[in-house]
C-alpha cells in the first residue's frame, strides 16, 4: 500500500517560512542585543583606560618639565660656579704678580 503524503498548502508553506524567519530574527535579535552590551563595556572600558593615559601622559609632562628645570639650574650654576673659578684663578695670578713685585722692592732695599 502506498503511503499517503500530507499534502501542504501554500498557505501553510508560507507560515512555515514566515516562522522560520521569525525565530531565526528573534534568534539574531538576541545575540546582536547580547554584543551590544558586550561593546558598551568595552567601550566604557576603553574611556577608563583613556583617562588614565591621559594623566599619565600630563605625569610624564610635569617630569620632563621638572627635569628642563633641574637642567636649565644646573647649567646656570656650571656656568657661574666655572665664572667663578675663572674669577679666582685671574686673583691668585694677580696677587702672584704683587708678590713677586713686593719680593723684588723688599730685595733691593
Do not use: C
Not at 503511503?3 to 514566515?18: G, Q, S
Amino acid at each position: 500500500m502506498k503511503r499517503k503524503e500530507p499534502k501542504t498548502t501554500t498557505d501553510e508553506l508560507t507560515r512555515m517560512v514566515a516562522k522560520g524567519f521569525a525565530d531565526t530574527q528573534q534568534y539574531m535579535d538576541k545575540r546582536f542585543d547580547a554584543i551590544d552590551v558586550r561593546f558598551d563595556r568595552i567601550e566604557a572600558e576603553s574611556k577608563m583606560q583613556g583617562g588614565r593615559l591621559d594623566r599619565i601622559e600630563r605625569e610624564l609632562s610635569e617630569i620632563k618639565q621638572k627635569l628642563d628645570r633641574i637642567d636649565k639650574r644646573t647649567n646656570e650654576d656650571d656656568l657661574a660656579m666655572f665664572s667663578d673659578i675663572d674669577w679666582l684663578r685671574k686673583k691668585v695670578l694677580h696677587l702672584e704678580k704683587e708678590i713677586k713685585i713686593l719680593k723684588t722692592k723688599q730685595s733691593r732695599s
